[in-house]
């Protein structure tokens, strides 16, 4: 009896090779031409800017599209589609190509690379006469590994025991074999997006350790698995339990270390501002004033009270990291202290701009242009315009930050006025994780913001599916704003963000934290949050406010990971960390 680990076989690789190179060999149902890779899985489709439709399809369709066919013909592939996707892989928006992609239902791959081979060298030189470049990638994206990460409410309990007994054993062994790589450690449940299938487990999903390391890494991989898997099978454990393991390229955003070709982010584009009212809700985009580079979400508004004043500030709170640029003579400075903590004075005051400026300037660009093309006498994209320019401006500025903050394991305060603060206070459990807030002084002329919760139109399908679903509509209808602060984040409950525009989605809190190892060094248990449809954490939403299904705020989003599932700090931990480095009083407004 025992654990039996489970994953993928590759061929076995004497030299060290990138973790692209050693993941892309493992899949036998996505080829690419010979010496390249296929775009790394998980990928996204880059957009163009207000033109989400556009790709190179013209570039294709016509007496290019039959030379492609009849060579698929000649070696017997049937196709299901062909398109031309401007593809990147997650998180690496800089490196986005027009790929031809093929699907095929086909699962016989033994001409699939002389196919391939021969399609490339036809639309590579098509594409050059173009002054462009395409590559080309063949797929069957029912067999392909397509795996996700799902939500679990209910996991097995011998699969819960299996992960917490494994986890030391699985990060000594991680550190050990791939100590300067890895960005983050995650034990969640996976399924194939199509067949619902994991790890070629013809039952549905399957829990499965993932070791995330940085795009660009090299190592024996195989060898650095089978330690790990070594690792996983010698914890003793008193049932047979199955585990996936999967070690994959990913990064946690902010501050993991950069690949060595791309920097990863989780920005892939700019949010439209259409119609924003002139006093913003949470949710809104936020940013520096005069940065056109960050961006970030505007969290939940409180009212703060100094130490020692009469009366409270009304206030919002968002991520530390999205308005730290502003100040880049001292950002060194504030990311070791903060800002206006433990009594120090506030040098020079960080504006917070609505909408962030990288967000307002794309969109006053895109709506010029759509107002000079369109004659409709309606006007949409004027008024936009105008509507726009009319609301945005300075929101507030900060008046207290937390820098950029790890707590771990043993690390105390000493508070003027307090005394010593005792790590206790502070640790869901007995490890580590991040501080990242920022407390933003409202403008008088935005004062009324408020903590208005999206209707429940705005979710998705798959989030209005969940029982908690129902709890939240009933008591949506009692109210529209958050009524208190949630004592915790436990495993597995039902969570929620709003989006720019109104749009909302949801998820589960993960039944394990996820182990996370930043650029800094400090490698913490971050709280995580898996969404039931796309994505919890992606495209500047650090800051954004957390709430349950009982209209209580639960956390802060802090970050997420290339898979797009979020960080968060608990809200009782951002009240505490507030309390005692500033002295001042968080409350609900």
């Not at 890895?182 to 199509?194: E, F, L």
């Not at 992606?538 to 705020?553: I, R």
């Amino acid at each position: 009896m025992g654990i039996r680990c489970k994953n993928r076989e590759a061929a076995p690789r004497v030299a060290p090779c990138s973790i692209e190179h050693y993941v892309a060999k493992k899949d036998p149902f996505r080829v690419a031409p010979t010496n390249q890779l296929p775009t790394s899985w998980p990928f996204n489709i880059k957009h163009e800017p207000g033109n989400p439709r556009v790709d190179r399809g013209e570039l294709f369709y016509g007496t290019l599209e039959h030379r492609v066919r009849d060579t698929l013909g000649r070696f017997g592939i049937n196709v299901t589609s062909i398109a031309v996707p401007y593809l990147h892989p997650r998180g690496f928006p800089d490196a986005a190509q027009h790929i031809l992609a093929i699907l095929t239902p086909d699962t016989d791959t033994s001409h699939w690379q002389e196919a391939v081979d021969e399609i490339y060298e036809i639309v590579s030189a098509a594409a050059a006469q173009d002054g462009t470049r395409m590559s080309v990638m063949l797929e069957n994206h029912h067999m392909s590994y397509s795996d996700i990460s799902i939500v679990v409410a209910a996991p097995r309990a011998d699969v819960m025991l299996a992960f917490i007994s494994i986890e030391a054993a699985v990060e000594a062994a991680v550190q050990q074999s791939c100590p300067d790589a890895w960005t983050s450690i995650a034990y969640h449940y996976r399924k194939h997006k199509c067949t619902g299938h994991g790890n070629g487990n013809g039952n549905g999903p399957f829990p499965t350790v993932i070791v995330f390391v940085m795009s660009g890494s090299e190592a024996r991989w195989s060898e650095v698995e089978a330690q790990i898997r070594g690792a996983i099978e010698a914890v003793p454990f008193p049932v047979d339990v199955e585990l996936g393991l999967e070690i994959l390229p990913g990064f946690s955003s902010p501050a993991t270390a950069p690949s060595t070709e791309h920097v990863p982010t989780t920005k892939h584009h700019a949010k439209i501002q259409f119609g924003i009212p002139s006093v913003p809700n949470v949710g809104a985009s936020i940013g520096p004033q005069l940065s056109d580079t960050n961006a970030g979400t505007m969290g939940i508004v409180v009212n703060f009270k100094p130490n020692g004043a009469e009366k409270s500030q009304k206030c919002f709170l968002t991520s530390y990291h999205a308005i730290a640029a502003r100040d880049p003579l001292n950002r060194a400075t504030h990311d070791a202290i903060g800002i206006g903590l433990l009594g120090r004075a506030v040098d020079r005051p960080i504006e917070v701009a609505y909408p962030a400026i990288y967000d307002s300037e794309f969109s006053k660009e895109l709506f010029a242009k759509r107002a000079a093309e369109n004659k409709n006498p309606e006007k949409v994209w004027h008024k936009a315009l105008v509507g726009l320019i009319k609301n945005e401006g300075v929101v507030g500025e900060v008046i207290h930050a937390s820098g950029a903050r790890c707590l771990a394991p043993g690390e105390g305060y000493d508070a003027p006025g307090i005394g010593r603060i005792s790590p206790a206070y502070f640790y869901h459990g007995r490890e580590g994780f991040r501080v990242d807030w920022a407390l933003v002084a409202l403008d008088p002329s935005k004062a009324a913001a408020a903590n208005y919760l999206p209707a429940c139109s705005a979710f998705p399908p798959p989030c209005t599916e969940e029982p908690e679903f129902t709890t939240y509509r009933q008591n949506r209808s009692l109210g529209g704003a958050i009524t208190g602060v949630a004592s915790h984040a436990p495993p597995r409950s039902w969570v929620a963000r709003v989006y720019t525009g109104r749009a909302a989605t949801a998820g589960r809190v993960n039944f394990m934290r996820r182990t996370v190892r930043w650029a800094d060094g400090w490698i913490t248990k971050e709280t995580e949050v898996i969404a039931f449809f796309g994505d919890f954490s992606g495209c500047a939403d650090d800051g954004a406010m957390v709430f349950n299904e009982k209209k209580e705020w639960v956390g802060m989003l802090i970050g997420g990971d290339s898979e797009c599932a979020g960080y968060i700090t608990p809200a009782p931990y951002v009240i505490a960390d507030i309390h005692i480095m500033t002295q001042g009083t968080v409350t609900l407004i």
